[in-house]
């Protein structure tokens, strides 16, 4: 039986307005479904994607993370960067082998591209990470040198060639003839990356696979292979063709349709879901399992980790003391509580002295690393006293850059939502923070954010 690797690229999608927590979910799904490669697109936004690929790299242990690189030594650099806490990492070379790509997109001719692959290739190799050469538009290109530049990969360092029919510009049956003249000719395995414009794509991959091909790039969504279709091609038709993959089929739709309703949230602009207040809307207690209130948050959409359970419940627990939960104040509570960067500083408690005749005061108890860490401290007002205790804490200040406090619901118990903004290098850290206490609120905002900042910096 030979089996099939399964790249998903989802998160590669262009113009894709996923937030920071929406690709961590995604990457975090796509972990759970047991592919055999999360794709992430070339660093460009510094420090910010930087980030992302390593708070990826704590949970994502079985499948290789791969990130995008162009022929410039930056952005190889910054890749590599990236990938230094994945467990399983790989840098892909993306660069054009048409006439026209390497015209109008590199402005290289033949034989220096030919260089520049071979360099971009071996600079790459030169990390830790393994090396996968993507030829670009392969379709178009002139086949002896697509075979050479295969070649130059391969005599560079690449572990893995991946041939791509940008423009979709063959049939499959074409398409896979053309996948096997190049094995036969090179001599490398071949993974490939298909255009759907025309709705071929997984007739194209599926061919491809009989004449040898042991990489297909899928994702959901996109123009490309539908991760969807692909698998359940597979499954299927895999004992008749003596092929497998590795996806776990009895997630494969579920998981699919979460990711679906992720993007889907993405393209609306929306962060959390919409449950109508009719015979559906949720009502807890403090008496409440943590599987009912899971089985509560499922049934609003959400498809937590073990680990965001964890965190979730024991947040529920906190509101839950002072009053029942609803649809909206769950939404706000998995808001805050889920998805989020490890917490360096953890609150244990605060006691805050106020009045029209005394100076304010907060004493901030917190944790790290198992040790407790407290301070006392004054300031204009309890906020201000929080915040300078804390600072006290951690031995450094941060600019504020914008607070801003909002109700979630509605009532006189309403849940209060605090979003604190820091400056730090010239970048901007937002953290949020819900409670029926508004100043439990921004003392947890002020941390949340303050914790991006610790983790990004370590």
């Given at each position: ?6 790249a998903?690229?989802t998160l ?9 927590k929406?690709?961590i979910e995604?990457a ?5 479904l047991?592919?055999?490669v ?7 936004n510094?420090q910010t994607?930087?980030?992302l690929?390593?708070?990826?790299s ?11 690189a ?7 650099d910054d890749?590599?960067?990236?990938l230094?806490?994945?467990k ?5 070379i993306e660069l054009?082998v048409?006439p026209?790509?390497m015209e109008?997109t590199c402005?290289?001719k033949p034989?220096k591209m ?7 290739v071996?600079?790459a190799?030169?990390t ?11 379709t178009r290109a ?10 130059q990969?391969?005599e ?5 060639i991946t041939v791509?029919?940008t423009?979709?510009?063959m049939l499959?049956?074409?398409?896979a ?11 490398v395995p071949?993974?490939i990356k298909c ?7 997984a ?5 491809a696979?009989?004449?040898g ?5 899928c ?10 279709t692909?698998a ?10 003596g092929?497998?993959?590795?996806i776990?089929?009895?997630?494969l ?7 679906n ?8 602009d ?10 559906d809307?949720?009502?807890?207690d403090?008496s ?12 609003l ?5 073990q680990?965001?359970?964890?965190k979730?419940y024991?947040?529920?627990l906190r509101?839950a ?5 609803g649809?909206?104040?769950?939404d706000?509570?998995i808001?805050?509580?889920a998805?989020q ?7 244990v408690s605060?006691i805050?002295?106020?009045g029209n005749?005394i ?12 040790e ?17 205790a804390?600072d006290?804490?951690?031995g450094?200040?941060?600019?504020l ?6 109700a979630?619901?509605e009532g006189k118990?309403?849940m209060g ?9 010239g970048k ?5 923070g ?13 941390l949340n954010?303050i914790?991006k ?5 370590a």
């Open positions: 039986m030979k089996r099939i690797k399964i998903d690229s590669c999608r262009e113009n894709n307005s996923f937030s920071f929406e690709k995604i975090r799904q796509l972990e759970k047991n592919v055999d999360i794709e992430l697109p070339e660093i460009e510094g994607d930087i980030l690929v390593r708070t990826v704590a949970f994502v242990k079985n499948a290789v993370l791969s990130v995008g162009s022929m410039s030594e930056k952005s190889i890749a590599a960067e990236a230094s806490l994945a399983n990492k790989t840098i892909r054009p048409s026209v790509g109008y402005h290289k034989a030919l260089e520049v692959i071979s360099a971009s071996a600079r190799k030169g830790d990470a393994a090396v996968e050469f993507c030829a670009v538009d392969a002139e086949k002896e040198f697509l075979y050479d530049a295969i070649r990969a391969v560079a360092g690449a572990d893995k791509c029919d423009a979709g510009s499959p049956d074409d398409f003839d053309f996948i096997k003249d190049i094995t036969d000719n090179t001599g071949i993974g255009s759907n414009n025309t709705g071929l794509a007739a194209q991959a599926i061919l696979v009989r004449k091909v042991i990489c297909v790039k994702a959901v969504g996109g123009d490309t292979v539908s991760l969807d692909f359940s091609i597979i499954k299927s038709y895999g004992i008749d063709y092929i497998s993959s590795g776990k089929y009895t997630e739709h579920r998981i699919v349709g979460q990711i309703w992720i993007t889907d949230n993405s393209k609306n929306k962060t959390t879901v919409t449950v109508s207040a009719e015979p809307e949720i009502t807890l403090k409440d399992t943590q599987e009912t209130v899971i089985a509560a948050a499922s049934k959409g959400y498809d937590l980790s680990e965001d359970c964890v979730v024991g947040e529920f509101v003391s002072k009053k029942n939960v649809t909206k104040e769950l706000a509570i808001a805050s509580s998805l960067v490890p917490s360096t500083y953890k609150l605060y805050i002295n106020n005749i100076t304010a005061s907060a004493h901030i108890v917190l944790e790290r690393e198992g407790t860490l407290e301070s006392i401290e004054l300031g204009d007002g309890p906020i201000d006293a929080s915040f300078i804390i006290k804490i951690i450094a200040h941060y600019e850059d914008d607070f801003q406090i909002q979630v619901t118990e309403a939502s605090a979003v604190v903004k820091l400056r730090s290098g901007v850290y937002s953290g949020n819900i409670s029926t206490d508004i100043i439990g609120a921004s003392i947890r905002a002020y954010a914790n900042i610790v983790y990004e910096e």
